[in-house]
Nanobody, 126 residues
């Protein structure tokens, strides 16, 4: 069993930055690929970024490339999402997710995960 707890969301102006953190419980954190999803009101949940078990491979949705950076610290059971140059369209609830499978499924539009966090609100004002 893995529990995921996100933190770091908040209200920021356009062009600002936020760093989301996801703390994972359990001793098997390194056996999961991790990702960040977001869901805006009236929209489907979408994959934003993902990172392999080792941390060497990452994926970003086109809309955040060059602005967001995903990273992980397996020694601390943590995953991060550094968000820079934020835009109003980044406003959403952001969720941390863990999968024992391949994160390539998320790249192809899949939204299945073994575990989800409770979400953290990010609001970007114009």
């Amino acid at each position: 069993q893995v529990q995921l707890v996100e933190s770091g969301g908040g209200l920021v102006q356009t062009g600002g930055s936020l760093r989301l953190s996801c703390a994972a419980s359990g001793r098997t954190f390194g056996s999961y690929a991790m990702g960040w999803f977001r869901q805006a009101p009236g929209k489907e949940r979408e994959s934003v970024a993902a990172i392999s078990r080792s941390g060497y491979s990452t994926y970003y949705v086109d809309s955040v490339k060059g602005r967001f950076t995903i990273s992980r610290d397996n020694a601390k059971n943590m995953v991060y999402l550094q968000m820079n140059s934020l835009k109003p369209e980044d406003t959403a609830v952001y969720y941390c997710a863990a999968t024992s499978g391949s994160y390539l499924n998320w790249i192809n539009g899949g939204r299945e995960a073994d575990y989800w966090g409770q979400g953290t609100q990010v609001t970007v004002s114009s």
